[in-house]
């Protein structure tokens, strides 16, 4: 037997493809693709009830985003929130019309988040269908079919994006179970918002609400109890008077200012310009009382604006978690919000006495916690709401949108405050009809900044 050894020259060769192969690898990873849908491309006649559509991919996906690309007539209508039932299956959940239609692509040259667990872009895939008039010439969903679905899709938002939904320990089956009748029953999608919202209203959240017919009906609207009383304070303060519709202002003997915003509204942000005014113009103020007792919240970058005048060095004054379903601890990572100087107002280095009370929620919390990293300031009153969601929407299909909260908000140490609110640096324990004849808070508020 004859045996020929490689040459060296050979053995380099050998090793050189090797190496080359192993280099390549990576790239010769497979693209994904779809492998079926229902209703698929070219479908006719497809029943204009069905409530999905599925997409099914031939690897293991990433639950991390994707792209249906598509608009207009041709595109259908989504409800809900698309939602993926396993790693390879992707759900569409939409209303469809009779005799109509439909047109879009899962990926396309300008949209590449549907991708494999290993980052690879799903090959774009197009569907186009049309739909007939339905089983048994029947083409439209009666109110209470409708219902049915609008039903399974608000359980689905509530178990999948809904942040708050474990703080009251509520037994959630029993509650669609008992108000299941009448809600599927509702005659127009105004009552079914009325039931629905009578049945959310056991999670005491104010940031729950839906919308139906042009009506919004909040779940939980037990209104809060000011420690004010807004009639009183004109003979209170010397030389108050409205600035704005949302801003007032006055000035005590000693040169002590009082500003009152009753809002964070992002309507109008010129009706914020008188605070600043009075900024620019009280530099040496010895004292400056900023009252938000009225105020439910609004845009927390105008709540940023004004926070920025007190400080001088970024500072990280809140931190919050997004609901996230398909992370292994049902949120995302924890995030921080960072307040930075406003270099662009006037700038205020005297006392501050930040007012706040029972109805203090959402972005005019945040704006407590905002003035809490400034040093120069201190919050005297009452603990606010704790009540804060950013809600987003989501289309139930029958006429009703429903607005769910979709993160915790959190103190900078990362406990949550929803429920609890935020507590003052001052405590002025107050009741109703302290406020009849004068301000326990406000007094409070000016033997601190008279020290």
């Given at each position: 037997?004859?045996?020929?050894?490689?040459?060296?020259?050979?053995?380099?060769?050998?090793?050189?493809?090797?190496?080359?192969?192993?280099?390549?690898?990576?790239?010769?990873?497979?693209?994904?693709?779809?492998?079926?849908?229902?209703?698929?491309?070219?479908?006719?006649?497809?029943?204009?009830?069905?409530?999905?559509?599925?997409?099914?991919?031939?690897?293991?996906?990433?639950?991390?985003?994707?792209?249906?690309?598509?608009?207009?007539?041709?595109?259908?209508?989504?409800?809900?929130?698309?939602?993926?039932?396993?790693?390879?299956?992707?759900?569409?959940?939409?209303?469809?019309?009779?005799?109509?239609?439909?047109?879009?692509?899962?990926?396309?040259?300008?949209?590449?988040?549907?991708?494999?667990?290993?980052?690879?872009?799903?090959?774009?895939?197009?569907?186009?269908?049309?739909?007939?008039?339905?089983?048994?010439?029947?083409?439209?969903?009666?109110?209470?079919?409708?219902?049915?679905?609008?039903?399974?899709?608000?359980?689905?938002?509530?178990?999948?994006?809904?942040?708050?939904r474990d703080r009251m320990g509520l037994?959630?089956?029993?509650?669609?179970?008992?108000?299941?009748?009448?809600?599927?029953?509702?005659?127009?999608?105004?009552?079914?918002?009325?039931?629905?919202?009578?049945?959310?209203?056991?999670?005491?959240?104010?940031?729950?609400?839906?919308?139906?017919?042009?009506?919004?009906?909040?779940?939980?609207?037990?209104?809060?109890?000011?420690?004010?009383?807004?009639?009183?304070?004109?003979?209170?303060?010397?030389?108050?008077?409205?600035?704005?519709?949302?801003?007032?202002?006055?000035?005590?003997?000693?040169?002590?200012?009082?500003l009152r915003i009753d809002s964070w509204?992002?309507?109008?942000?010129?009706?914020?310009?008188?605070?600043?005014?009075?900024?620019?113009?009280?530099?040496?103020?010895?004292?400056?009382?900023?009252?938000?007792?009225?105020?439910?919240?609004?845009?927390?970058?105008?709540?940023?604006?004004?926070?920025?005048?007190?400080?001088?060095?970024?500072?990280?004054?809140?931190?919050?978690?997004?609901?996230?379903?398909?992370?292994?601890?049902?949120?995302?990572?924890?995030?921080?919000?960072?307040?930075?100087?406003?270099?662009?107002?006037?700038?205020?280095?005297?006392?501050?006495?930040?007012?706040?009370?029972?109805?203090?929620?959402?972005?005019?919390?945040?704006?407590?916690?905002?003035?809490?990293?400034?040093?120069?300031?201190?919050?005297?009153?009452?603990?606010?709401?704790?009540?804060?969601?950013?809600?987003?929407?989501?289309?139930?299909?029958?006429?009703v949108t429903v607005y769910l909260p979709?993160?915790?908000?959190?103190?900078?140490?990362?406990?949550?405050?929803?429920?609890?609110?935020?507590?003052?640096?001052?405590?002025?324990?107050?009741?109703?009809?302290?406020?009849?004849?004068?301000?326990?808070?406000?007094?409070?508020?000016?033997?601190?900044?008279?020290?």
């Amino acid at each position: 037997m004859n045996i020929t050894l490689p040459t060296a020259s050979s053995r380099i060769l050998v090793a050189f493809v090797v190496l080359s192969l192993c280099l390549v690898s990576p790239a010769l990873a497979v693209r994904p693709t779809v492998v079926e849908a229902e209703p698929d491309n070219g479908a006719k006649d497809v029943d204009p009830t069905l409530r999905q559509i599925v997409i099914k991919f031939d690897q293991d996906m990433s639950q991390r985003g994707h792209s249906i690309c598509g608009g207009g007539e041709t595109f259908p209508k989504l409800v809900g929130k698309s939602r993926w039932a396993n790693q390879r299956t992707f759900i569409m959940t939409v209303r469809l019309e009779p005799n109509h239609d439909y047109n879009f692509s899962i990926n396309c040259p300008s949209a590449q988040n549907f991708r494999s667990k290993d980052g690879e872009s799903v090959v774009p895939y197009r569907i186009s269908f049309r739909t007939g008039v339905g089983e048994d010439g029947k083409s439209e969903l009666s109110q209470a079919e409708l219902n049915e679905g609008a039903i399974e899709i608000l359980r689905e938002m509530i178990d999948q994006q809904y942040s708050y939904r474990d703080r009251m320990g509520l037994d959630w089956d029993k509650l669609f179970a008992d108000h299941k009748k009448m809600l599927v029953d509702s005659t127009t999608p105004k009552r079914f918002a009325q039931i629905a919202g009578v049945m959310l209203a056991h999670a005491e959240d104010k940031h729950i609400w839906l919308d139906a017919e042009g009506d919004r009906i909040g779940a939980y609207p037990v209104p809060g109890k000011p420690n004010a009383n807004a009639q009183l304070l004109p003979n209170l303060v010397p030389n108050y008077q409205q600035k704005s519709d949302i801003v007032y202002a006055g000035e005590f003997e000693d040169g002590i200012g009082y500003l009152r915003i009753d809002s964070w509204s992002p309507n109008d942000p010129r009706a914020y310009e008188a605070v600043y005014r009075y900024l620019g113009e009280h530099p040496d103020a010895p004292g400056i009382i900023i009252d938000v007792r009225f105020n439910g919240g609004g845009g927390e970058d105008l709540a940023q604006d004004l926070a920025g005048c007190f400080i001088s060095e970024p500072v990280v004054y809140a931190k919050n978690v997004y609901r996230d379903p398909n992370s292994e601890t049902g949120y995302t990572d924890v995030l921080e919000r960072t307040l930075y100087p406003n270099t662009g107002r006037p700038h205020y280095d005297g006392k501050i006495a930040v007012l706040s009370g029972n109805v203090v929620m959402s972005s005019c919390e945040a704006f407590i916690l905002m003035m809490k990293q400034a040093s120069n300031a201190s919050i005297i009153g009452e603990p606010t709401r704790g009540s804060s969601g950013n809600p987003r929407s989501y289309d139930l299909g029958n006429g009703v949108t429903v607005y769910l909260p979709s993160w915790k908000a959190m103190r900078p140490d990362g406990t949550v405050f929803e429920g609890e609110g935020i507590q003052p640096d001052i405590l002025i324990e107050t009741q109703p009809n302290d406020f009849q004849n004068a301000d326990p808070v406000l007094d409070a508020a000016l033997k601190h900044l008279r020290k």
